[in-house]
């Protein structure tokens, strides 16, 4: 399906957004819709109305981004903590200490995998809500995070797509990627703990109302009741809207930046351009609600 020319449906979106503007916080758009660039906040001492603009912020934009922000550990985990219950990860290593934050630590030993568009742990009955990242260490050049709208994503597909998704269904099984790294004992064990589950393939976000593409190319194994090769190939188109560049935006970081990511309404993916350089990040992922 070769398309070129303007997406019409992103100036609607843009035209949305510009009627809510702020008073507390300073807001730099990344792209048409979505990401955005946060100024005049601390994050570590937040008032009521700065807060609720920052909420708003995150549903509008699906990705925001704070510089300068050197918090504490606690104070990380707080304002994550204000969006829901913390996650613990079952295969990802945790800072000494905390075991409700993931540390992607990497360097000439510990490459970066993380360069594959993805939401966060959709392979959960409750799949993440929203991830908040802050950078310790960064490459030089290189080491960006980017972002791709998956309501865009959803809002660009024809008509016919559309319908042919509704109610659809697809599985999400961690097995594909983490289970990679375990023995069958171990593998058997999560398993039971983690099975495999059922998602819709399009979501409504529970709070925006708006449709999003809820398949990605890491955890998504297939798509109940269709004909393996008809699925995959399905699966295929929507996984390859991730990559149409008017969705995307693309965050450069510098330590103490900070992004916060609505898993709901997006998918990231980690460029995976520096090693052997070091790259050193920390990551508080908070539950969602099961995805409707
Ligand atoms: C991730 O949550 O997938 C890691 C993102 C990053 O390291 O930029």
Redesign the pocket.
Known sequence: MLHYGPRPFLHEMREELERAPCKRITLRPLSPTIGAEIGGVDLGDLDGETFAEIERAHLDYKVIFFRDQDITTEQHLAFARRFGELEEHPFLPSKEGYTKIIR?AKDEDVK?V?NVW?S?VSWREQPSLG?V?RAHEVPSVGGD?LFSDMVAAYQGLDDELKAKLEGLRAVHDFTRTFGLLLDPEALAEKQKEFPAIEHPVVRTHPVTGKKAIYVNAVFTSHIVGMEREEGDRLLLLLYSQAAVPEYQCRFRWQKNSIAFWDNRSLQ?Y?ASDYWPQQRV?E?VTIIGARPA
Do not use: C, N, Q
Request: proline content about 0%.
């Open positions: 992607f970066g993380e993805h966060d991830s990242l995070t990231h980690a990040m990551r």
